[in-house]
């Protein structure tokens, strides 16, 4: 950094070092989460082994199968062929479903990933003006409703929501698509006529020019999305209030006001500016948690998403398909921090250096 | 990517059409007329090859893609009917057992089934050598000599056993899941490094069944499309669908709107709540798992028969059936499930404080503490509270030992567990499968390393008499003597093993009304698709 006050960079050469410092992290963080997850699934008290061979195995179908899993070399050395595997783009194979890691991936993150954005939009669309309106009108009814929101969603076990929200929405109103991610109808048209490209149904279908499938696809994923979002509305709200309430007190904001600067224009492009930078930390650690995969929403909405995958994993002791989900989870982490790294600098000259 | 203009318009459209005209659409979702659409929890499927596949959900969708020699009838479960092999017989030896394959039947590839497939499919199985392969090995097939043992001659298949078995036992075995016939020709063009295609077969199917598995999701979806020719006739679903929903409280709600035809997996709450619908059904069916108390012969003050006696008075059987387990789970205190040949269904224990603290005394114990261990799912925890009272009420302390089922059937596999709260599913149709496992124990010391026997586990020395009578069951011509034999072998067991037999699992399958015609197998098989109509 204080070189490159000193020696002007081309940009060129500064977004070539960014990019390295975001590999040389990316890296970092990668082999350590790895690490961490290697020693953990070791030391569980789940056999691996019987996952696979069930419970009538005889000692020598059992041993044998302990050999095909590299269990019997030493921890450092499998650790160390499980890394040299990883970089060569080889994550092994899951246990539970015989398919290599990576294609279980590309298969269930697309769509957590699709789920999650669609909450983000939610999250962020109804969050960040509830939590102004709630800051520009301290102790208002607006905004005891805006707390009283957010304390419902901070509260409300995301399980059960999930559970009334299907029951009002799919059972007695029948606005919206049941559990999953298409109707049956519409998956048979769905893998017909539609050529995977990306794994998210809305994209894909979209592209295709399906738009049956599309709409089908949305009166589906909008309740899920909907719930998850209400979370991500609960905390963004909130934290908006509160960077909101901060700003307004700042003596630019007096200023601005004594000159007779039009409210609105204070509060959503003044002072908003000023709150976008930690707020855009705020969406994406709650965008990167919902990347993760929520497990409850998944199992109530029949979701076959990242977090069911993890978990399922997890119990079974089916440590290839946990690292490979690990390692996804935590490049999103990193690439998200990335993301909003870049947003800083477009929004904040003073962070542009 | 260019960005199709259509997009723009079609966000407000679609979410308009939402919120007024796609409302009432929604709201009568019905399946299509020629597809089955099932909800089941399907996450326990390791394998598809027919060779290794042992979980309850997989042996459904093999059950449907593959074909065995001979087969149970899903509208009679019970005696054998033909199903490759058009006729069978066994000659006067006793090992020697001969099948005349059908003509007309064909694998999804559209090559004929020969005698050739059936055999090597069999071979295949034993060299393979996977978790399985017992139920076809205990007939003295080993990778070195099962292709002599099994051979193929123009439409004919021979099979020989290295003893003159019961030829029901025998039959029973080849309806397992083991016993499919696979499409060799097309197994054969996947193989990679000599594995006989298993690779390729952990995950697609080459069977001669109603169907054929089109798409396979693991842990989320499978799809199965009907053949056109099938040697039985088309069956009337074209397709099955079969969706995995975790959530019993979710399936009940697809199954209520008509956007499934079967729920497999609801719960007692569930399948109450769903009772005065006239649009759903829902048929119990007995299944082979059962429930069980295993108590470890190492542990001291459990081998003392009167205190095994005790315990047996102190469970609450049929208050539990009554409750909390009603409608899933029935009161069974032997080792054969019902609808196993020779089956016993005498239930002669009860809940009696007074009796078993009586026994206690008479064994001179007093303030036993035990661990009982149980895996962590709702039933068995509820099961594992009561039995805390109960026995608690005689004096025994029971402190409850909670794990995965992982964790748990690893300190069972290693003798290491007090008392045990277990379940077990027979392997195949004939009540061999459960007298092997319940009632024998070639040798019970630590080294032997047995843990495929129950009795082993649990570090039970079977009585020779038992042991004996079990062994010979297996090699007893006559089926009516046989099963005469089993009622004996549990009468006993029942009297004096360590293990504890409560309850059979009934499964409650709920269903639309107009599905017609579904077998979810009993407690000897799989579910049968090919035979429903709506």
């Known amino acids: 950094m204080a070189e490159s006050t000193l020696i ?77 595997d990883a970089l060569r783009g080889d994550f092994g194979r899951s246990l539970l479903t015989s398919q290599p890691v990576l294609s279980d991936i590309a298969r269930v993150f697309p769509a957590t990933l699709e789920l999650s954005t669609i909450a983000t939009i939610f999250g962020v669309a109804l969050g960040v003006p509830a939590g102004v309106l709630a800051a520009t009108r301290p102790g208002s009814w607006v905004d005891q409703l805006v707390r009283l929101i957010g304390l419902a969603g901070y509260s409300m076990p995301i399980f059960w929501l999930g559970l009334i929200g299907l029951l009002v929405f799919y059972g007695n109103l ?64 909130r934290m908006t209030r509160s960077f909101m309430m901060n700003e307004l007190s700042q003596e630019y904001v007096t200023t601005a006001r004594v000159k007779g600067m039009p409210e609105w224009r204070v509060v959503w492009v003044h002072a908003l500016r000023n709150v976008s930078v930690p707020l855009i930390t705020v969406i994406a650690l ?43 989870v935590g490049a999103t982490f990193v690439l998200l921090n990335m993301i909003s790294d870049v947003l800083y600098k477009l929004i904040d000259p003073r962070a542009r250096t | 990517m260019i960005f199709n203009p259509l997009l723009r318009k079609a966000g407000p459209a679609v979410m308009a059409a939402l919120l007024l005209g796609a409302a009432p659409q929604a709201m009568m979702a019905e399946t299509p007329a020629d597809t089955l659409v099932i909800a089941d929890a399907i996450d326990d499927i390791v394998s598809l090859d027919p060779a290794e596949a042992f979980e309850w959900s997989g042996s459904d969708l093999l059950n449907n893609t593959y074909d065995t020699l001979v087969e149970l009838d899903p509208s009679n479960l019970g005696p054998l009917v033909p199903g490759l092999a058009e006729s069978w017989e066994l000659a006067d030896d006793g090992v020697t057992y001969t099948f005349k394959m059908r003509s007309d039947a ?162 007692p709450v569930d399948i109450e709540g769903i009772g005065g619908n006239e649009d759903l059904k829902v048929e119990d069916t007995e299944k082979g798992q059962i429930m069980y108390l295993a108590l470890n012969q190492k542990v001291e003050p459990l081998a003392d028969p009167k205190v095994i006696e005790a315990i047996k008075y102190l469970v609450d059987y049929e208050g539990m059936a009554s409750t909390f387990l009603k409608g899933q789970y029935e009161v069974h205190q032997a080792f054969l499930p019902n609808g196993f040949l020779g089956a016993l269904s005498d239930t002669p224990y009860s809940l009696d404080v007074e009796k078993a603290k009586a026994l206690l005394a008479e064994a001179g114990v007093s303030d036993l503490s035990l661990t009982l261990t149980v895996r962590n799912n709702q039933d068995r925890m509820e099961m594992a509270q009561s039995l805390q009272n109960t026995l608690g009420q005689a004096g025994i302390n029971v402190e409850l030992k909670v794990g995965t089922g ?129």
């Open chain 1, 174 to 237: 029948g606005w919206v698509g049941g559990p999953g991610r298409l109707d049956t109808s519409y998956q048979f048209t769905f893998e017909l006529d539609v050529t995977p490209v990306t794994g998210m149904i809305l994209i894909d279908s979209a592209l295709a020019g399906a738009w049956d499938v599309f709409a089908n696809a949305l009166t589906h994923i909008i309740l899920p999305a909907g719930v998850l979002g209400y979370y991500s509305m609960a905390y963004i709200s």
């Open chain 2, 106 to 267: 064909k694998f999804a590839s559209g090559n004929p089934v020969t005698a050739e497939d059936a055999a090597w499919s069999l071979q295949r199985a034993v060299k393979l050598d996977k978790t399985p392969s017992f139920i076809l090995t205990q007939f003295g097939f080993t990778p070195e000599n099962v292709e002599e043992k099994i051979t193929a001659e123009g439409d004919t298949l021979t099979i020989v056993t290295d003893q003159p078995y019961a030829p029901s036992f025998f039959y029973n075995c080849l309806t397992a899941t083991i016993g499919s016939i696979v499409d060799k020709q097309t197994a054969m063009e996947h193989e990679t490094d000599g594995d006989m295609g298993y690779e390729w077969l952990k995950t697609n199917t080459a069977g001669s069944g109603a169907y054929y598995l089109r798409t396979y999701k693991p842990a989320d979806s499978y799809v199965l499309e009907a053949k056109e020719e099938y040697w039985r006739g088309t069956p009337a679903m074209k397709r099955v669908f079969v969706r995995h929903v975790p959530e019993p409280a979710t399936e009940r709600l697809l199954l209520e709107k008509g956007d499934i035809d079967i729920a497999r997996k609801l719960t």
């Open chain 2, 406 to 534: 992982k964790e748990v059937l690893g300190e069972y596999r290693a003798r290491e567990h007090q008392i045990a709260l277990e379940g077990w599913g027979p392997d195949y149709p004939d009540p061999h499968t459960n007298a092997d496992t319940f009632a024998r124990n070639p040798d019970n010391s630590d080294e032997a390393q047995l843990t495929g026997l129950l009795a082993w586990r649990t570090a039970w020395a079977v009585p020779k008499d038992i042991q004996d009578e079990v062994d010979a069951a297996v090699l007893e011509k006559d089926s009516d003597t046989r099963a005469e034999m089993y009622l004996d072998i549990q009468r006993k067991h029942q009297a004096q093993s360590p293990f504890i037999p409560m309850f059979q699992v009934i499964q409650q399958n709920a269903l639309r009304a107009n599905v017609e015609g579904f077998n979810a197998g009993g407690s000897i098989h799989s579910a049968f698709y090919w035979s429903v109509t709506k």
């Open chain 1, 8 to 84: 002007e960079t081309s940009p060129l050469l500064r977004t070539a070092r960014q990019v390295g410092g975001f590999l040389v992290t990316l890296a970092v963080t990668l082999l350590g989460l790895l690490a961490v997850t290697f020693v953990i699934g070791r030391v569980v008290p789940i056999d691996p082994v019987l996952a696979v061979v069930g419970e009538r195995a005889t000692t020598a179908q059992y041993e044998a199968a302990r050999e095909a899993l590299g269990l019997n070399e030493p921890l450092l050395t499998q650790f160390l062929i499980y890394v040299g």
């Open chain 1, 286 to 328: 709650s965008y990167a948690n919902l990347l993760e995969g929520s497990v409850l929403t998944e199992t109530v909405f029949a979701w076959p998403g990242l977090g069911l995958y993890i978990t399922n994993a997890l119990f079974s002791a089916d440590m290839n398909a946990v690292m490979g989900g690990t390692v996804i």
